[in-house]
T-cell receptor
Framework: GAVVSQHPSRVICKSGTSVKIECRSL??????MFWYRQFPKQSLMLMAT?????????EQGVEKDKFLINHASLTLSTLTVTSAHPEDSSFYIC????????????FGPGTRLTVT | AQSVTQPDIHITVSEGASLELRCNYS??????LFWYVQSPGQGLQLLLK??????LVQGIKGFEAEFKRSQSSFNLRKPSVHWSDAAEYFC???????????FGKGTSLLVTP
């Protein structure tokens, strides 16, 4: 089956620094990837939609200058949390929409970000 | 706008007992409906999905769900729960399978011996 990986799985960074999270579709091409955020004991909330070769579309309330998304290829999207603060600590999950296979989308395993 | 409601935040069942997790959705057209399971600290695993056709959908791990348009529901069921089923369950709706999903708040399942 289709596999989506995320790297790193866990990251701890100091307040004020930036951290980059990668989302890769390993065995299929994905024109679209989605980034979700999940706070502890809460549901997943869509942050942004990432389309290969174009600017990401952000959901209302998500700061585009803080959460930089780059979808440079059909298999890679990156989320960079800039000037991270403790309130950015969360579980970040990406999903990738396949070009073929009836527009299925597949979820990555998530990245746990802790900002100290 | 799409929305998903999972009325039960927590459910506790005994091992071997049957399980039903409720999900109600609000969507103007025919929705694409999904159930995912998430173990602590892990990503999402798709249990089953409904796009069209037979309203009773079979999934992995012995789960099934029934789409009832008249009730705007997509409840998840399992006839006999195993201790390993303890996890967080999310119902989700999308315009189609390839669009971003709108998730319910989740139901936490606890399985007792």
């Amino acid at each position: 089956g289709a596999v989506v990986s995320q790297h790193p799985s866990r990251v701890i960074c100091k307040s004020g620094t930036s951290v980059k999270i990668e989302c890769r579709s390993l065995d299929f091409q994905a024109t679209t990837m989605f980034w979700y955020r999940q706070f502890p004991k809460q549901s997943l909330m869509l942050m942004a939609t990432s389309n290969e070769g174009s600017k990401a579309t952000y959901e209302q309330g998500v700061e585009k200058d803080k959460f930089l998304i780059n979808h440079a290829s059909l298999t890679l999207s990156t989320l960079t949390v800039t000037s991270a603060h403790p309130e950015d600590s969360s579980f970040y999950i990406c999903s990738a929409r396949a070009l073929a296979v009836a527009y299925e989308q597949y979820f990555g395993p998530g990245t746990r970000l802790t900002v100290t | 706008a799409q929305s998903v409601t999972q009325p039960d935040i927590h459910i506790t069942v005994s091992e071997g007992a049957s399980l039903e997790l409720r999900c109600n959705y609000s969507y103007g057209a025919t929705p694409y409906l999904f159930w995912y399971v998430q173990s602590p600290g892990q990503g999402l695993q798709l249990l089953l999905k409904y796009f069209s056709g037979d309203t009773l959908v079979q999934g992995i791990k012995g789960f099934e769900a029934e789409f009832k348009r008249s009730q705007s529901s997509f409840n998840l069921r399992k006839p006999s729960v195993h201790w390993s089923d303890a996890a967080e369950y999310f119902c989700a709706v999308g315009a189609n399978s390839g669009y971003a999903l709108n998730f319910g708040k989740g139901t936490s399942l606890l399985v007792t011996p």
